[in-house]
């Protein structure tokens, strides 16, 4: 079936490096791929997403690539801030026709250290 | 707009019986999700409803079930609870296909089974 693999589950970084977070999907019609942040006690929110026809996309100090044949995408977040401690999960879509559904990672815990 | 709510946010109940978890969307928004969110699984897709038609269902047994009503609120039931079953249960609303657009999750209902 549709899984996502995504590592690393702990990352621990100093307060101004960067942080990369991989993810594998294996539903080769997957188009869409989101990265959701969960901070503690808090709802998962978006903070940013590709679609299969880009292969990078910027907002920031966060940025997503995607590597279609590899079937892998990364969230890279330069400059951390004691705030973007949190969970966070990557997702890629998975279906046929027009009902698709959101695989998600099983998450990544980030401290960054002040 | 008002965000994505759910209801109960806290319920605790014993193995065998059933349980309704309800979903209201943000106004205008058609799909809804449900996920389940344990520690180190994720968050694991239930089923997803549009235009109070189930478009898409993940592997969990027949005793997840749910409906969608014309005003896009959304219900979950669960019956004969298991212990497994105790899990963070959360909703995600999105204007169009719930795989494809950003979802707006809320703040979930946790349910502890004993």
């Known amino acids: 079936g549709e899984n996502v693999e995504q590592h690393p589950s702990t990352l621990s970084v100093q307060e101004g490096d960067s942080a990369v977070i991989k993810c594998t999907y294996s539903d080769s019609a997957s188009n869409y791929f989101p990265w959701y942040k969960q901070e503690l006690g808090k709802r998962p929110q978006l903070i940013i997403d590709i679609r299969s026809n880009v292969g990078e996309k910027k907002d920031q100090r966060i940025a997503v690539t995607l590597n279609k044949t590899a079937k892998h995408f990364s969230l890279h977040i330069t400059e951390t801030q004691p705030e973007d401690s949190a969970v966070y999960f990557c997702?890629?879509?998975?279906?046929?026709?027009?009902?698709?559904?959101?695989?998600f990672g099983s998450g990544t815990r980030l401290l960054v250290r002040p | 707009k008002a965000g994505v709510t759910q209801t109960p946010r806290y319920l605790i109940k014993t193995r065998g019986q059933q349980v309704t978890l309800s979903c209201s969307p943000i106004s205008g928004h058609r799909s809804v999700s449900w996920y389940q969110q344990t520690p180190g699984q994720g968050l694991q897709f239930l089923f997803e409803y549009f235009s109070e038609t189930q478009r898409n269902k993940g592997n969990f047994p027949g005793r997840f079930s749910g409906r969608q009503f014309s005003n896009s609120r959304s219900e979950m039931n669960v019956s004969t609870l298991e212990l497994g079953d105790s899990a963070l249960y959360l909703c995600a609303s999105s204007p169009l296909a719930g795989g494809f657009n950003e979802q707006f999750f809320g703040p979930g209902t946790r349910l502890t089974v004993l």
């Open positions: 997702a890629a879509s998975s279906g046929v026709d027009s009902s698709y559904k959101l695989i």
